[in-house]
């Protein structure tokens, strides 16, 4: 999961961070993201990706659950609107 540095971001950075995870995992199979291509679609470096992520595997165990919330809050929505 992400280091205390990554909660210490500001939400836009946070987001556009977590957007250049998902991005990369849509369109590579897990073996093979790339921690470059991600830094680069983040505009960050990837020695602060290792700041914000101990390793790849954190990375991704973070954008899954981050994916699981949406996920979950679009289900609670649509269980309240038919309530």
Known sequence: ?????????????????????REEMEHSPIEKLNMCRIAKKASISRGSLYLYFE????????????EAARRLEQIRASISRQS
């Open 1 to 21: 999961m992400p280091t205390e540095r990554f909660e210490r971001l500001s939400q836009r950075k946070k987001k556009k961070i977590a957007d250049a995870i």
């Open 55 to 66: 390793n790849k595997n954190d990375m991704i165990c973070f954008s899954l659950a981050q």
